[in-house]
């Protein structure tokens, strides 16, 4: 599935823009996804991984496992 984190699951959400005379038109906020290659220590090899910055900033304080374990 495109544009979805595969470690915390968030997927793009859907909001207004609305302009200076509050006209409102649809408009899709999308995660900020990455694409990073990272070491799995139990396989022995890398993993890519598409899923959001932050949830890469959470894989480094946590680690791998931890972070698929609830998944």
Not at 18 to 45: C, F, M, Y
Request: charge should be positive; aromatic fraction near 4%; proline fraction near 3%.
């Amino acid at each position: 599935m495109a544009r979805v984190c595969e470690l915390t699951g968030v997927k793009p959400i859907s909001g207004n823009h609305v302009s200076h005379a509050v006209n409102r038109s649809k408009k899709r906020i999308l995660p900020n996804l990455q694409t990073k290659r990272v070491w799995d220590g139990e396989t022995g090899k890398f993993v890519t991984i598409k899923a959001t910055a932050r949830a890469f900033r959470t894989l480094d304080k946590k680690g791998l496992r931890a972070m698929t374990a609830g998944r």
